[in-house]
């Protein structure tokens, strides 16, 4: 059985459209048999990154913080994937979904080794969860954000050796992402 963490980044967690959606996905995504659970960044206590270095070199893998990241490092490398569900922001994922994003970096060394002629981080784990992310499109949202959004993935799950499985917009449908989640 595939095990699916989402990672829902709105930042209020009023937007009942919003809300319903990941609702509706949880249960698609269920109904295939994965298991799925669904993390709110909103109700979370995450702090933000401050490049310390206490994850790499004090206490390698656990942030200086103790916030509500540890219990969400455990899920994150727990599972299959690892989905990303943000509203769009000035074009990219919001803020809390970034802070999310930028503090999983206790997931890896601080050594480095070349990765397909580029410098990345060693990983810490044998295995890391593929990761997806979907959008709620702002207004003015194109195919140019899109592909920029599915870049900037694709080098995240490089950086974790993993894969980017898919970056949707919730325009999409339900039926999309499930045809793509479900690979397992």
Partial sequence: ME??????GHPTGQDQTYL??????VIALGEDGASVECLNIYEKNIRYCTGCWTCWWATPGRCVFHDDMEGI??????????????????GYVSVETK???DRMIPLLHPYIEVVQGECHHRKRYDKYPHLALI???????????RAILE??????ALNFRSECDYVHTMA???EEVRNEACYA
Avoid at 73 to 90: E, F, G, H, N, T
Avoid at 151 to 156: F, H, I, P, Q, W
């Fill in 151 to 156: 870049e900037l993935m694709t080098r995240l």
């Fill in 3 to 8: 095990k699916i963490i989402i990672l829902n």
């Fill in 20 to 25: 319903q959606y990941i609702e509706a996905l």
């Fill in 135 to 145: 959008v709620q499109k702002e207004d003015d949202t194109d195919e140019e954000d």
């Fill in 73 to 90: 490092y455990r899920k994150v490398m727990a599972a299959d994937q690892l989905l990303y569900i943000s509203p769009m922001v000035a």
């Fill in 172 to 174: 999409d449908g339900i």
């Fill in 99 to 101: 802070r999310a994003m």
